[in-house]
């Protein structure tokens, strides 16, 4: 995990994915880029009315401002963690920050940027950002290819010292398995939750068990017959009996539409972990 990327606005979403992103960028000694997205200024006026130009002039200079206020603090909270300021392109050694701002749709550059990196951290919003942040987090997980690690409401004191993986046979859940290795080498547990009847044709757990003894990760598995709670909460739940400090699962195995519609473990997750 050698490159880190966060999408970056001035709030606390965005501040606390930060927090969560230094705790790993250390470790790995890696880039975390935070990422600003600039749209077009956002002007209200009546329609047919002729827009002044100094109106728009103040419109613009207001978004700069904000820009600036988010590279301000994203530069001072990197700087206090002990990451030297670089590009991405520059060599070094140790963990260093970059600042990238770009124009256009935030969701579908976080998509295409996110690219590059090796993960993508994203904030969890309070009620009145979900929109935005939920586009944002749709967008990584599904056009950018990359893992993404969805940080807590609140910055944890560590990450992946106790993991969880939800597994469920799928082809999903075992992409994320392979994309955090690095996390699941360094763990001192790891449980594998599987729950009768939300699982697909595929491995088993003990199966995977024995995979991860290959790489030298020693591992469990438990499996929870379904009862009146949705997979989802039994497997925060178990997290939570354990205190895991990391959950790994594939998203939407069942479709992002069927979820959303029907409800599903994925949707239930990044809803209500109080963990990353």
Same mark, same amino acid.
């Given at each position: 995990?050698?490159?880190?990327?966060?999408?970056?606005?001035?709030?606390?979403?965005?501040?606390?994915?930060?927090?969560?992103?230094?705790?790993?960028?250390?470790?790995?000694? *890696?880039?975390?880029?935070?990422?600003?997205?600039?749209?077009?200024?956002?002007?209200?006026?009546?329609?047919?009315?002729?827009?002044?130009?100094?109106?728009?002039?103040?419109?613009?200079?207001?978004?700069?401002?904000?820009?600036?206020?988010?590279?301000?603090?994203?530069?001072?909270?990197?700087?206090?963690?002990?990451?030297?300021?670089?590009?991405?392109?520059?060599?070094?050694?140790?963990?260093?920050?970059?600042?990238?701002?770009?124009?256009?749709?935030?969701?579908?550059?976080?998509?295409?940027?996110?690219?590059?990196?090796?993960?993508?951290?994203?904030?969890?919003?309070?009620?009145?950002? *979900? *929109?935005?942040?939920?586009?944002?987090?749709?967008?990584?997980?599904?056009?950018?290819?990359?893992?993404?690690?969805?940080?807590?409401?609140?910055?944890?004191?560590?990450?992946?010292?106790?993991?969880?993986?939800?597994?469920?046979?799928?082809?999903?859940?075992?992409?994320?398995?392979?994309?955090?290795?690095?996390?699941?080498?360094?763990?001192?547990?790891?449980?594998?939750?599987?729950?009768?009847?939300?699982?697909?044709?595929?491995?088993?757990?003990?199966?995977?068990?024995?995979?991860?003894?290959?790489?030298?990760?020693?591992?469990? *598995?438990?499996?929870?017959?379904?009862?009146?709670?949705?997979?989802?909460?039994?497997?925060?739940?178990?997290?939570?009996?354990?205190?895991?400090?990391?959950?790994?699962?594939?998203?939407?195995?069942?479709?992002?539409?069927?979820?959303?519609?029907?409800?599903?473990?994925?949707?239930?997750?990044?809803?209500?972990?109080?963990?990353?």
């Amino acid at each position: 995990m050698k490159a880190i990327l966060v999408p970056y606005h001035d709030e606390a979403a965005a501040r606390i994915a930060l927090r969560t992103a230094l705790l790993l960028a250390k470790r790995f000694e *890696s880039y975390l880029e935070g990422l600003l997205v600039l749209g077009e200024p956002i002007v209200s006026f009546v329609p047919g009315m002729i827009m002044p130009p100094d109106q728009l002039s103040a419109a613009v200079a207001e978004w700069r401002r904000f820009a600036d206020r988010a590279r301000q603090q994203f530069v001072e909270m990197t700087t206090a963690s002990g990451l030297a300021l670089r590009e991405l392109d520059a060599p070094g050694r140790g963990p260093a920050a970059g600042w990238r701002e770009m124009q256009g749709s935030e969701p579908e550059i976080v998509g295409q940027h996110g690219r590059l990196f090796d993960l993508i951290v994203v904030g969890r919003p309070d009620a009145a950002a *979900s *929109s935005r942040w939920r586009e944002i987090h749709e967008a990584a997980l599904f056009e950018s290819g990359r893992p993404v690690l969805l940080a807590a409401a609140e910055v944890p004191r560590t990450i992946g010292t106790t993991i969880v993986i939800a597994w469920n046979g799928s082809t999903e859940t075992a992409r994320t398995i392979a994309f955090a290795m690095p996390l699941l080498l360094t763990a001192k547990r790891v449980e594998i939750i599987t729950v009768e009847g939300h699982v697909v044709p595929g491995p088993s757990a003990a199966e995977v068990v024995t995979l991860l003894a290959w790489h030298g990760i020693p591992a469990s *598995s438990r499996s929870f017959k379904p009862d009146e709670r949705p997979a989802g909460e039994i497997i925060l739940d178990e997290a939570g009996d354990i205190g895991a400090d990391l959950i790994l699962k594939g998203a939407f195995t069942r479709g992002r539409l069927r979820q959303h519609i029907f409800g599903g473990a994925t949707q239930h997750i990044l809803d209500y972990a109080n963990v990353p």
